[in-house]
């Protein structure tokens, strides 16, 4: 069976993007021993494996899931379901009850989650970078389900943030003050931010969910006001890069799914389509990838037996290879 820890991090990693994942082991050999791929001393990013997170090379103390973030600024929860942020392999706790995933920017400098309970929430923003607190800003209050949460933070400091009835763009580095974006963005939904803009859905400014409507990547304003890029693929879950992008069909994940075998990429002008494919024994997590440089994605790889282990992904070339991590 899946180990506990890798139960949990799936799930709480779905939550985050609005689904739920349940595994269920099936019979299979165990998986090949992982072939050694080029590994950085220094990767672009963080990385977690089986509960393991590095960070700048270094492991952090710990078991993790969730995490996300760029160079050696991150966000992730530990083992005992809090959330923390850091700036290096030094784990900070997200102070307050966490109910929903926090949302960091492209760059890792800031990040923005949401804390409280019942009907009362306040909205908090990190500079990661400087060690501080940007502010926070209180919340309707009014009880939600599901609560409200950042959906994405931008590299200039701007927030977005939803729960099941609005949808309010937060400016801490401009004026501290709010945007309606049911007024500035009728008719759509800002459900998540990637590092080439934020995914947006067409559907009512309270559809946060993202249950409905054709997804677009766009970037957005000081007033409020959404600026198209392109269009992007119905899925279940989604990373977009400088060049390309890389998702799950719908229906991949839930259930019990263990997580598909191939992933769709296509650049992000629609130029080149194609699938890279798991190594053998081994099957894809998609709630877990991100893009390591504009051509190359890391991705995390599970097997029928509960074990992890970290690919590098190259869409150009269609090709997937195992990386040895540092023991």
Not at 129 to 139: D, I, N, R, S, Y
């Amino acid at each position: 069976m899946p180990s506990k820890s890798h139960q949990a991090r799936l799930t709480v990693g779905v939550v985050a993007l609005g689904a739920t994942v349940a595994l269920q082991a099936c019979g299979s050999p165990d998986p090949p021993e992982p072939v050694p791929a080029t590994w950085q001393a220094q990767p672009g990013l963080p990385v977690e494996v089986d509960g393991e997170l590095w960070v700048g090379g270094e492991q952090v103390p710990g078991e993790w899931w969730g995490v996300q973030g760029r160079g050696t600024r991150w966000i992730g929860v530990h083992f005992d379901r809090t959330w923390w942020w850091g700036n290096d392999a030094q784990p900070r706790r997200m102070e307050g009850e966490v109910d929903q995933g926090p949302a960091i920017s492209t760059s890792g400098r800031y990040l923005a989650y949401v804390v409280g309970s019942g009907h009362e929430w306040t909205l908090v923003a990190v500079d990661a970078l400087e060690g501080a607190a940007l502010g926070t800003l209180g919340l309707p209050r009014q009880r939600m389900s599901p609560s409200p949460r950042a959906m994405a933070v931008t590299d200039d400091g701007l927030v977005v943030v939803g729960g099941p009835r609005f949808q309010w763009l937060w400016r801490p580095l401009v004026d501290g003050t709010t945007v309606d974006l049911a007024r500035t963005a009728p008719g759509q939904a800002v459900v998540g931010g990637t590092d080439a803009g934020l995914v947006v859905n067409e559907g009512g400014y309270d559809r946060t969910d993202g249950a409905q409507g054709a997804p677009y990547l766009a970037r957005i304003a000081e007033d409020g006001t959404l600026r198209r890029l392109v269009p992007v693929p119905t899925h279940d879950a989604l990373a977009a890069g400088e060049e390309w992008l890389a998702y799950a069909l719908p229906g991949t994940l839930g259930g019990e799914a263990l997580g598909p075998d191939e992933l769709q990429v296509q650049r992000l002008d629609g130029s080149a389509t194609g699938v890279v494919v798991a190594p053998e024994g081994w099957r894809f997590n998609p709630s877990d990838m991100q893009w390591e440089t504009a051509d190359e994605l890391l991705v995390v790889l599970v097997s029928a037996d509960g074990d992890e282990a970290l690919a590098r992904c190259r869409p150009d070339q269609k090709t997937c290879a195992l990386v040895d991590l540092p023991d």
